[in-house]
């Protein structure tokens, strides 16, 4: 568009220019949040034993990747929450896809996943302890307890929604139930699973740090723990600082396939 | 001349929880090769119900439906598009060839030729949001020509249209259908509609609905639907019609 008019160039330039701004603004709050807590913790303002400050915060990271072996807490919460991840979104879809395809089978279930879904997981805790031993695998299923339900229920309540009109499309050219659900229900939910996988990941991620406060001995939810039995909050901080960061990432690759996966029509 | 479809009696009740309701009280209607017959009557007497019947997508509650013979192909045509926004315009065109497995390069080949004969092949690669809406309603009929079906189920197919849209695709449906050498039945509720486009106008009568009269529809020069409204006729066959569906609200 090498002819472009004045007015063009000048829509253009906006919408950069609020790009821009967006940008900018985003770096400057967490610029002026990190300025500010290390004013205050350094003038005495905050306490800063209670509530630590940047430069503590790096420093405890440094220390922490010298002497506690950091990559190894960050690998195993990282590994827990894929785990779960990907067994919630496989196990989600199979168990949609067969509440869509016996419909009987959604109404007996109904109400049992709507209690399920509800329930404060964290109540079941300790019994997933008692019940599965004060290892990995707890904190697998607290992860799964917490992400399987709203994972079936989000996929399933999308394939509900397909279009009446786009099935009776395919039932009047006499498609099987399979074709319907491979030509239609698949394809017509493609960004409704996508964002249940974005819901899913953050999901999976919160049951796992759930379940390292509960039982674990690596991970950062125990740093978490054991920085808050031991009253050293640097530790705590730094690891919430990096759970926040692991979080991002992920998020972050789901929206790359996304990227991918999803045409704009 | 053995007609392409008979029906005999055809009766259709409705179950819900507080009782039955009767749509079809005994429709008898034959369809011959080659016409299009319009079915029209009172909003909510069931015109849709013997189309679904027709085509298997409900089951009749009695009488009897029978084709010429066991192998004949029903293409159904709604009031909406129902085109996949996933899909281009000729991938949509191809769907009914894939779900009855018959996509080959040659029945392909059909497809892209109907699109070019009716004017679609620019857009065949583009998705359906980028067409108007008659344009999307021409592409739903090139699809229901795509299975190369014998018999052609034209529900409401313009209803979702605006007037000036209308009149021109109902145009462009009948050169189509008549070029293409189908039969076909038309379920509609705009009289002229049904009085411009057709050989034959079965008219329903209230729930149950019977068919309450038969018009064939003669003029003296028939030609396209946009003509033969325009002729003495027309409004002969409209005012008769109008008095039979003896609306009263």
Redesign the interface.
Known sequence: MSTCSIEHKNFLKKRRNKKILVHVMQFLIIFCFLVLWEIASKTGMINSFLSSSPSRVVRTFLSLLEQNNLWNHVYITVYETLISFFIASLLGFVIATLLWWFKTLAKIFDPYLTVLNSLPKVALGPLIIIWIGANMNSIIFMALMISLFITIINIYSGFQQI?Y??T????????SKR?IFV??VV??N?NNIINCLKVNISMSLIGVIMGELLVSKEGLGYLIMYGSQVFNINLVITSVVLLGIISYLMYLIVSLIEKKIV?N? | MKPLLSIRKLKKNYQDLDGEVEALGGIDLDVYEGEILSIVGPSGCGKTSLLSIL???ENKSDGNVKFQNETIK?G?M???D?L???RTILENCL??L???HSLTEESKKRVIELLKTYGLSEFMDK???SLSGGMRQRVALIRTLA?DPDILFLDEPFSALDYITRIYLSEDVYNIIKKEGKTAILVTHDLAESISLSDRVAVLSKRPAVVKKIYNIEMKNKSTPMENRKTKEFNEYYDKIWRDLDVHL
Do not use: C, R, V
């Open positions: 279009d009109y786009y009776t499309l395919l039932k009047t050219l006499n498609a074709q030509k239609l394809p017509g493609k045409k029509y | 085509s298997n997508l029903i159904y709604l009031q909406k129902a996949f926004p996933w769907l009914g894939e779900i009855q998705y359906p949001s299975i």
